[in-house]
Structures are given as C-alpha cells and as structure tokens.
C-alpha cells in the first residue's frame, strides 16, 4: 500500500515543471518531506530553491571552502560535509526534470587528494546518468583538487581574476620535537614495525619515511595529471602541472580553461548546451536546506561554523598538522582555522 500511495504522489513531479520547488520528495528510508519548514537545525534533505527566473532551467551546484571527507560542525552550525553534499546535490538535480543543464560553481583551495577524487568520480557518473551538460565556473579561486574536480565538466569558465591550477600534492608534516620540549613533553613510544609512528611530529623524518611518503605523493599527483589530460588533452606543457597557479587568461592559454567571463557568462554558455538557440539568460535554481536560504546566483551556504570566521585564535602551521592527509591545494596561509566556507 505504501508503494502505491508514493508512485501516485510521484506522478505530478514528473509530469511537469510548473512549480518552482518539489511539493513532495521519496527517499531510499521511505519518508516523506513536504515542503512544512523544519523544527530542527539540522534542516532536512536540501530542497530546489529558484534564484533567477528565465525561459529554462540550469541548476548551480556550488562548492565553496576546503574539500575534506570531514563535517565541518562548529558552534551555532550544524555544519556540512562537502564530499557527502556534493552527492546529494547530484542526486537531487538527478531528480530534478526541469533542469536541462549545471553549473559547478567552484571556489577552493583545493582539499584532500582522496575527497576530491571521490567528487570527480561522482561527477563522472552524473554525467554519464543524466546526460545533461556540465559547465564548471571558477570563481576567486579554484587551484589543487579544485580544478580537478572542474576539469571533470564539459565546459570551464574562468574568471579574468581566478587563480587556478596548483596541480600539485602535499602532505602536512611538522616537527614539534622543539617546541613539545619546551613544554617537557617527551615522546616514550613503544611500536612494533619500524615504520608504525611514520609521519609522527614527535621527531624528523627517516630517509626511509621520506622515500616512502614522496613515493604515495607523486602515484597520487600522477593520477590526477592523467585523469586532467585526458579530459583536457590540450593541456599537454609540463609546466602545467608543476603545483604553479595561474590566473584566469594564463590558464585559458594552457588549455587547462575554455573560456574567460564570469558567472553569467556560464549560465549562458550550460543554457545554451542545454537548450540549443536560447539567448536569454536561463531560470537558475540551487538546492538548499530549510535553514540555508539562497536569493541570488552567488549565495553562499550559512552552515560554516564560528570558527569558519576565525573567531578562535590558532598558530600558524599547527592546524595543518592536524589533518595528516595528502592534499591538492593551493593556500599559501598556513593556518586552516578557515575550514568551513569562504
């Protein structure tokens, strides 16, 4: 019975494209959303919000702030985390028929070798699913796994003042042996296998630890060249992706971007490969949850925690060491109290 009642509450969404948000949504638990604004901060599933109107439809899917398989939660934000968003929000525009195309709205530093490849794959297979064309628009910045991720779009825009590229990997290591001691804190470690504590702050590294450690760095950077070259094979000077950034036309004349505008130029540019002859800009909608309003085509996500604002005081170099993963990114301030939005 339940099967029955949710196809014929189903049928209204597919059959058109009159109302400018979704009345009803299913999902794989079998609730029901309806569009009641919610009690909790936690706001539900993220619902299409219409911030432009115009003839068709493209969809902006953002991504704002450091790319980590993390959730960004902090005092006064339920926080997100953005590799789990991004599917969401490819699995809602998957559902959305009035769209005809998207715009990846990107800007980051870049993040995590292994969040951004995991983005880059889900955008693969949404491509590959919906058939819908893809512009990515690169906006302040879009460097490391940020354009990584871009690079996976049918189409790049960058802005005359983008800074993008930072086609590098780094890990975060440092050695606090000096500073732990000044504090008389002495590491006693007990392990078994000479290379448990790899990477520890505790002391410097081994030669052995260094060869390990640079080995992972560059397999990972050879995998994001080749999966980059492969979707831009103009992109063939090895200078490229030497970790250097560049700025918008720099990048354009490197093959790494095939357009220079801005963000309304790339809703042009997905209208058109969506909708083929439309000279209008189109009708934008962005998925946001109920606490997290949108009202223009720039709107940033509210859920960034305080210390997304840099409310608490950090040390330069110290935040890094807390994240001991391999990263693609381009962020020249040491400090990453910024975790959470812009």
């Given amino acids: 019975m339940r099967s029955i009642l949710l196809a014929l509450f189903a049928i209204p969404l597919v059959a058109g494209c009159n109302s400018d948000r979704f009345t009803l949504h299913t999902y794989s ?16 599933h993220v619902k299409p919000v219409v911030v432009q109107s115009g003839p068709t439809r493209v969809a902006i899917i953002d991504v704002d702030g450091l790319i980590l398989n993390t959730p960004f939660v902090g005092p006064l934000s339920c926080g997100e985390n953005p590799v789990a968003l991004f599917r969401e929000k490819l699995d809602a525009v998957a559902r959305d028929k009035c769209v005809k195309a998207v715009v990846l709205r990107i800007n980051s530093p870049g993040g995590g070798v292994a969040a951004c490849i995991s983005m880059r794959h889900d955008l693969e297979r949404f491509k590959a699913c919906t058939k819908l064309p893809v512009v990515a628009c690169l906006m302040d910045t879009a460097a490391g796994g940020a354009y990584y991720l871009a690079s996976g779009a049918d189409q790049i825009v960058a802005g005359p003042a983008t800074v993008t590229g930072g086609v590098g990997v780094i890990l975060n290591l440092f050695n606090l042996r000096d500073l732990m001691a000044q504090f008389n804190v002495i590491p006693q470690p007990i392990k078994s296998g000479e290379f448990t504590d790899i990477g520890t702050s505790a002391r410097s590294l081994t030669e052995g630890e260094k060869q390990l450690l640079q080995a992972m760095a560059d397999e990972f950077h050879k995998q994001i060249v080749t999966d980059i070259k492969r979707a ?8 490229t992706f030497d970790g250097r950034i560049f700025t918008g036309s720099q990048a354009k004349a490197k093959g790494l971007v095939d357009h220079v505008g801005d963000l309304d130029e790339a809703l042009q540019v997905a209208g058109q490969m969506g909708c083929p002859g439309l000279t209008a800009l189109p009708g934008v909608v962005m998925y946001r949850r109920g606490n997290d309003p ?3 085509i720039y709107a940033i996500t509210a859920n960034v925690p305080l210390q997304g604002a840099g409310l608490f005081p950090s040390m330069p170099g110290l935040d890094r060491a807390k994240i001991p993963t391999f990263l693609s990114l381009w962020q020249p301030e040491l400090s990453i109290e910024k975790l959470g939005g812009k």
């Avoid at 831009?232 to 200078?239: F, L, Q, V």
């Fill in 29 to 44: 638990d079998t609730r029901i959303e309806t569009d009641s604004p919610p009690v909790s901060t936690h706001a539900g």
């Fill in 232 to 239: 831009r094979p103009t992109a063939t000077d090895a200078t």
């Fill in 294 to 296: 949108a009202r223009s």
